[in-house]
């Protein structure tokens, strides 16, 4: 089997239990600058930062929102092909979906200009990103076919899918306008390589009553897959070269693209902020290794005909194989190798944060530290406040609304709970730890942690954890 095969098993099983990139529990973390990721016109205070190289960003997301790990392979004295027809084949629809998200970077850092009042941050990371809609007609003609179905119609557009494997190179500007307003914007390279997306396809399959037999099949289809990178990895693979063909890849050599991110923090009052970004607003040019397979036409037939009579002399015909050639002419299948264009997985964020308490280094609760200058909104012991996330998805926005609390403990520690509502949990807590230990900052985190006590039975579970090392002259 070739590595394009490989890869595509592996990624549309893992599909089948993993989620998206919300990052809710880091957002707005302003003492972890993995934070300005997600809004690149977050407020700062630190004067530079420097990511531990691999392990400065870790994630990963898991989870589904139809069924879970449990639902098919618990103990529980069923039959398990009973359980995937009645949980699966005849519990999902084609609007439950199932996702793969992971990140790791590569390197970071970032500095504060010495003459004016900006940061810039800088970085590359190693992106995976995959989604998987349920096939709900594909699956029921897969377990039970088309026999004994008159008149319904199977949807061939429910097989939506897209992922791949990116490399991001950024540079990001931040900088404080006046008082109230700190925005942010970061530019983005991204290195393709892997990529697959079947998105547009279009068609049905229906059975009705026929004129010669008895059962006339219709098929009406429109069904593209477009992949990249894949033969280049097939290809290294072979003769052993796979490692320096992903690097390759990964470093400007495969397919490109460009994008932006966008944010900002607005102070309502001193204690008060709503904050909101919009990233990955790109595109990216798929022309190295392209394969695009297309089936595209209509044909309907009654089965096997034969008019004895007429065919007598002749019953050694290969009249199957006729059949098949009669279809394959009417719908043709293709392979073409011209390139595409996709769209970037574009996210926004948005919040609104009350902070509350003495600020850090004051004995009274006012907004002025021991020296008498207005302090930022990172210096207050305690937060409170809400945000939205929404993603665009093939079959439309994929939101989130979260709560949250903050609460910071002196300089060296910090804590956030979360509460998050979405189409995959309504029982979603989170809770981040971040610790600085003079100049080293290390950040851990977890989400939906009360299906902890059961992984398997959960619909939803990520990870976050980084290292860095972080100047001690903080800018207050």
């Known amino acids: 089997m070739t590595i394009r095969l490989n890869v595509s098993f592996l990624m549309a099983l893992a599909t089948a239990f993993l989620y998206a990139q919300n990052k809710q529990v880091l957002y707005d973390f302003t003492e972890i600058p993995q934070s300005l990721l997600l809004n690149p016109g977050m407020e700062t205070d630190f004067q530079w930062f420097a990511g531990v190289p691999l392990i400065s960003g870790v994630s990963g997301h898991a989870g589904t929102n139809g069924i879970t790990v449990n639902d098919i392979f618990a103990e ?88 791949g494997m990116v490399a991001v190179y950024h540079f990001g500007i931040n900088k404080k306008i006046n008082k109230k307003l700190t925005a942010g914007v970061r530019g983005k390279i991204y290195s393709g390589i892997a990529d697959y997306n079947a998105t547009n396809n279009k068609g049905y399959l229906v059975n009705t009553e026929g004129r010669n037999n008895r059962i006339a099949t219709t098929l009406s289809t429109d069904l593209q897959l477009r992949s990249s990178g894949f033969g280049a990895l097939n290809n290294a693979e072979n003769q052993g070269t796979l490692a320096s063909t992903f690097l390759k890849r990964a470093v400007f050599g495969g397919d490109l693209g460009i994008g932006t991110d966008f944010g900002f923090t607005y102070r309502l009052n001193e204690r008060t902020a709503i904050t909101g970004s919009v990233l990955d607003l790109g595109f990216m040019y798929h022309s190295g290794n392209v394969y695009k397979y297309s089936l595209r036409g209509n044909a309907t037939v009654e089965g096997i005909e034969i008019n004895v009579l007429r065919e007598l002399a002749d019953l050694n015909r290969d009249f199957w194989q006729e059949l098949v050639d ?56 305690n937060a409170i406040g809400a945000q939205l996330f929404a993603m665009n998805r093939p079959r439309g926005p994929q939101v989130a609304l979260t709560g949250f609390y903050l609460r910071r403990f002196g300089r060296f520690m910090a804590v956030k709970g979360t509460y998050t509502i979405d189409k995959f949990s309504t029982t979603n807590v989170g809770l981040g730890i971040n610790l600085q230990a003079g100049p080293l900052n290390f950040y851990l985190m977890g989400d939906n942690l009360l299906s902890y006590q059961n992984i398997a039975a959960s619909n939803y579970a990520s990870f976050q954890l980084g290292l860095n090392i972080i100047s001690w002259g903080r800018k207050r």
């Open 76 to 163: 529980d004295g069923l039959d398990i092909n009973d359980k995937v027809r009645d949980r699966m084949v005849s519990g999902l629809t084609n609007r439950d979906q199932f996702n793969l998200g992971s990140q790791i970077e590569l390197f970071s850092g970032g500095f504060r200009s010495p003459y004016s009042d900006r940061f810039y941050s800088f970085g590359a990371y190693l992106e995976m990103d995959n989604i998987l809609y349920w096939p709900q007609d594909y699956a029921f003609l897969a377990f039970e076919g088309n026999a004994n179905q008159l008149d319904r119609r199977f949807d061939l557009g429910d097989l939506k899918t897209r992922g």
């Open 326 to 381: 009669e279809v394959e002419e009417l719908i043709p299948f293709q392979t073409t190798n011209n390139a595409y264009i996709t769209f970037r997985p574009t996210r926004l964020n948005a919040s609104i944060r009350h902070n509350f308490g003495r600020p850090l280094g004051a004995q009274e609760d006012c907004d002025c530290s021991i020296a008498g200058t207005p302090n930022s909104f990172s210096s207050y012991r």
